[in-house]
């Protein structure tokens, strides 16, 4: 019963998720295309008095876009952890480096081809790789790829030659400048939306703001360095970064190798797209998914573009004003699908290339067509490449916000209020991460239904702890203004108990069988006589918390022999042979490779690898 209300309320949560989400694009959009304005403008006045090719004006334009995107990231996540970001002079010293070093590679790619698409593949793979050494070295990997992806992006009509490779580091230095410049004016302003796991003025001021965000640095890096049981079972395990970089490396190659034989004057379209199919993959699942939306959404954009591109003739000022157009809504409408994102590149991408003239009435077919090769390129590198499955991206991150919550609901039950802001932060960015597989989990519950595949399914869950943010800011909020309303032992006594119902809803995520020893937990409601002013809230709580329980039921403990020796090689197939020494649960619960989904068989492909 509660799995079926769960459905109802579900499409109210999302029109809500994505109202929400179009109020706080529209501000950072805003932001996004003020710098990307203005790097258009300053490249093109200095184009035009240096008779330089459109290519850096393209560049500088692709350059802040893109780095818009990874300050406004980069700064949410800063602000949420208490982490400090990066000296702007630092951030604007790196990316002209970047850029002088893929203009020399753009050039090897047009006079020498094999090495230029080799190097090309080793900078994109490398700023992958990179990511395993921490979370600068993942900042610096990102930024070190945007001039590769702008390489791409320009028209080879318009691509700088070798003499404009100082240029180009000039315009690395503009897009910087603009970009960092305008996002640290607008959030000195506040006109930026608050970043997903900053508590709002009423929970973190004063001293209580400096140590919550202290203890949520802190419970980040306990995070972070928790080991993972199986891990310590199965041995060491190859990075998900390295996993990712030969994925990439694997499918642009083959994308490049395609591209060169089958579409020879196109090649970029095909690379693009392995390009974009593939970055930030969260399992193999993702990327299968984000192929069909790149797809539906390239075909709408192209065949709007090139009907578009009908009325207006080459180098028209109009095309231009309709590229920025066409950027600004694609931003905003992607925080909603990233289909709409696809569709509004793609219209970009087509645009401009009418804009030099480079359109005609056959490249629609051949366009389409580059894009399913490199889709396809780059979905077989994600399934057939040391393939991490996006199940166990899910149930990860699915544990870190129940490992935030859980720690709420004890500074609950302990009265702990001044690290309930804290918590709180840590459960907000946990959410953040969850949000990036929802759509893959949701995509993935629809074929699950119409191959009649039984409920419960994992997008069920990711449901159930989204619909829990607003519990969780109704209980901080609360204890925030009336402190004296945890003094109730009911209101303590219930939040200890859905504290241990989680509990146990991570050990079965992680793979554990319950204790044989474990304390019944607590009633879910209170009993008559005991109204509270939190009620409510743990009611809905609890209500999320039985959808949990239903997707990950209790794991059942092994029999345990009466003289307690280890019994080597028996017990179910995949557990641990040495009996349960009743362990609480983990911190943070690891996830190893999972048994199928909701009791359906495993079998999603030999050799998978846990992510």
């Known amino acids: 019963m509660l799995l079926n209300m769960s459905a109802f309320a579900l499409p109210r949560r999302r029109v809500t998720a994505v109202a929400a989400a179009l109020r706080g694009g529209v501000p ?18 200095i184009e035009r008095a240096a008779d330089l090719s459109l290519g850096v004006v393209i560049q500088a334009v692709v350059l802040a876009l893109t780095l818009a995107r990874v300050e406004r990231t980069r700064a949410s996540r800063a602000v949420a952890l208490g982490r400090a970001r990066a000296p702007m002079v630092l951030r604007l010293a790196l990316l002209p480096v970047v850029a002088v070093v893929a203009s020399e590679v753009g050039r090897l790619m047009i006079e020498h081809p094999d090495l230029g698409d080799a190097l090309f593949v080793l900078g994109i793979s490398a700023g992958i790789w990179v990511r395993r050494f921490g979370p600068t070295a993942s900042r610096l990997g990102t930024l070190a ?3 590769f992806i702008a390489l791409l992006i320009t028209p080879a009509v318009a691509a700088p030659d070798g003499s404009t490779r100082w240029w180009s580091a000039l315009m690395a230095v503009i897009a910087s400048f603009w970009v960092l410049t305008l996002h640290a004016l607008a959030e000195r302003l506040r006109l930026l939306p608050s970043p997903a796991g900053a508590a709002p003025p009423s929970i973190t001021t004063g001293d209580d703001g400096a140590a919550a965000a ?8 306990a995070t972070a360095a928790a080991p993972a049981p199986d891990a310590r079972k199965a041995g060491p395990r190859t990075p998900a970064s390295t996993k990712m970089a030969a994925q990439m ?15 020879p004057d196109h090649w970029p379209w095909l690379v693009v797209t392995a390009y974009i199919v593939a970055a930030g993959n969260r399992g193999r699942g993702d990327v299968a998914v984000k192929s069909v939306a790149r797809l539906a959404g390239g075909a709408v954009g ?29 931003l905003v409408l992607r925080t909603v699908h990233y289909a709409f994102w696809a569709a509004g590149v793609t219209s970009v991408l087509a645009l401009l290339y009418g804009y030099f003239g480079l359109t005609a009435g056959h490249m629609l077919a051949e366009r389409l067509a580059a894009m399913a090769v490199g889709s396809v390129l780059a979905v077989a590198a994600s399934w057939l490449v040391l393939p991490v499955r996006s199940r166990d991206f899910a149930r990860s991150r699915l544990a870190r916000a129940l490992a935030a919550l859980t720690d709420l609901l004890l500074a609950v039950a302990r009265a702990e209020t001044g690290s309930i802001a804290a ?17 893959t989990l949701a995509a993935r519950r629809l074929v699950w239904r119409a191959a009649r595949r039984p409920a419960p399914y994992l997008a069920d869950a990711v449901g159930a702890v989204w619909g829990c943010r607003e519990s969780v800011d109704a209980l901080a909020l609360a204890v925030a203004d009336a402190p004296a309303a945890l003094a109730a032992g009911a209101a303590r006594r219930r939040a200890g108990g859905l504290a241990r119902q989680i509990g146990s809803v991570r050990r079965s995520i992680a793979g554990r069988p319950e ?6 937990v607590q009633r879910t409601r209170p009993a008559a006589g005991e109204p ?4 409510a809230t743990f009611d809905e709580l609890a209500a999320a918390v039985a959808v949990l329980s239903a997707v990950f039921p209790p794991l059942a403990a092994p029999s345990e022999p009466d003289d307690s020796v280890e019994l080597a090689g028996q017990g179910p197939a995949g557990s641990s042979a040495r009996a349960p020494a009743s362990p609480p649960a983990p911190a943070v619960p690891a996830v190893p490779a999972a048994p199928a989904e909701n009791g359906a068989p495993s079998g999603s492909g030999a050799g998978s690898s846990a992510g």
Request: aromatic share 6%.
């Open 28 to 45: 950072a959009t805003a932001v996004t295309m003020a710098a990307v304005l203005a790097s258009f403008g300053t490249a093109l006045e």
């Open 515 to 520: 204790p044989a020893n474990a304390v019944p």
């Open 423 to 439: 918590h709180r932060a840590a459960f907000l960015e946990a959410l953040g991460e969850l949000e990036l597989i929802a759509g």
């Open 214 to 221: 202290t203890a949520a640095t802190a419970a980040t890096a």
């Open 145 to 147: 790829t945007l001039p």
């Open 249 to 263: 490396a694997v499918g642009l190659g083959a994308a490049f190798l395609v591209g060169r034989l089958v579409f």
């Open 532 to 535: 509270g002013p939190l009620d």
């Open 302 to 330: 192209t065949a709007v573009a090139t009907a578009a591109l009908v009325a207006a003739p080459s180098h028209s000022v109009w095309t231009v004003v309709a590229i920025f157009a066409v950027l600004a809504a694609a």
